[in-house]
């Protein structure tokens, strides 16, 4: 039975990695042990995490000036973890959504937070492109991808000061000159593997500057000394990453998949804009490749769509809890068929309830 997969995270990941790294679970590398049961300082682990990282650079073209980690905490932790270790006096952060509020929640624990623009009155409909980052600040902090409400920037700030990115939910979705960010994270479980590991992208450079004192684990200068195996790393969500690396890198990369990623998100968008019932409130230049947010505009009509839907194999449309509506996360990995397939439902839905 084919399942539509629109989950907003943990979110649909290419069906030969998860047919491989089931494979792993029960014989790794045809070694007789599972995956679950080799040491993770072993040869075997550590060609794991060397090819993880190297396909991560290629992929991305960064070169030695960054360090690659796994770690764990989700990108929550680096919410934290950020401003630990990079935070002297103050940070500009950009207010766009429900994860950058986390992460500017966690900042103000270590300084002060310079908010440049929120997009709180409007809803978070709207991202600017006009906010001025001031000189005197140790960071700038974005958030690429707003998962929640279905934004994402197109256009970073050239700026002097270090940009850090969370990229979350557009990792490896799309071309960008990566350089230009001086530190990047990413939880694993919206568009690379399992829950349970973050990928930090760190340019060495920027760290050691911080008088205080940082508890090892959130140290990011003991992880690149460590080679991530500070502590047990997640050796599943590691090694599914490598799996979904390879299959972006056979793909033909971040061009092939920002190409796809486009035309997918422009077919649904068309059809919610095309549509009488439908509507998305996002900002037409901030409208996000990832997560399509949609509203039906009679609310009294959401039965008979949940309905119809639902029995259609379709998971994972509702909109977050906040928020409500409808929300199709449209990672790399779901077919475009599943996109098509969603827009015969709603053009059948529009013809059979518009009046
Ligand atoms: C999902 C998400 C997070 C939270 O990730 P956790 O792994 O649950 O900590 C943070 N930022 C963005 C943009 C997200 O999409």
Redesign the pocket.
């Known amino acids: 039975m084919k399942i539509h997969n629109f989950n907003a ?1 943990p979110s649909v990941l290419p069906k030969e990695v998860v047919i491989k790294s089931a494979k792993s679970v029960i014989d790794f590398n045809e070694s007789g042990l599972s995956l679950l049961e080799i040491s993770h300082r072993s040869i075997d682990f550590l060609e794991i995490i060397e090819k993880t990282i190297s396909l991560v650079k290629r992929i991305m073209n960064l070169n030695d000036d960054y360090a690659i980690l796994f770690l764990q ?5 680096q919410f934290a973890m950020v401003p630990y270790n990079l935070m002297n006096k103050q940070a500009a952060y950009l207010d766009t959504g429900f ?1 950058s509020k ?1 992460a500017i929640k966690e900042a103000k624990k270590f300084g002060k937070v310079k908010i440049l623009f929120s997009g709180k009155n409007n809803n978070y409909t709207y991202i600017s492109k006009n906010y001025k980052i001031p000189y005197n600040v140790d960071y700038f902090h974005c ?1 690429s ?3 929640i409400v279905g934004t994402q920037m197109k256009i970073f700030p050239k700026t002097s000061i270090p940009i850090i990115c ?1 990229m ?2 557009d990792i490896f979705s799309r071309k960008l000159n990566f350089c230009q960010f001086s530190l990047i994270y990413a ?1 694993a ?2 568009n690379v593997s399992s ?1 349970g590991m ?1 990928i930090v992208i760190v340019k060495k450079d920027i760290l050691g500057k911080i008088k205080r004192n940082i508890p090892s684990y959130m140290d990011y200068k003991i992880h690149i000394q460590n080679n991530s195996i500070l502590n047990t790393p997640n050796v599943f969500s590691i090694y599914t990453s490598m799996l979904t690396l390879e299959w972006i890198e056979k793909k033909g990369g971040l061009s092939f998949l920002e190409k796809k990623n486009q035309y997918k998100a422009k077919l649904l968008y068309n059809e919610i804009d095309k549509s009488n019932l439908f509507e998305n409130i996002i900002h037409r230049d901030d409208r996000s490749n990832m997560n399509v947010s949609f509203f039906l505009k009679e609310k009294n009509l959401e039965k008979e769509f949940n309905k119809m839907w639902k029995k259609e194999n379709i998971v994972g449309l509702d909109g977050h809890r906040f928020l409500g509506g409808y929300r199709a996360s449209i990672y790399n990995a779901l077919p475009l068929e599943s996109i098509q397939f969603l827009i015969e439902i709603m053009k059948e839905f529009d013809r059979k309830f518009s009046s």
């Open positions: 995270g905490g989700g990108a929550t932790l994860w986390n958030t991808n707003n998962t969370d979350s939910s939880s479980q919206k829950a973050t």
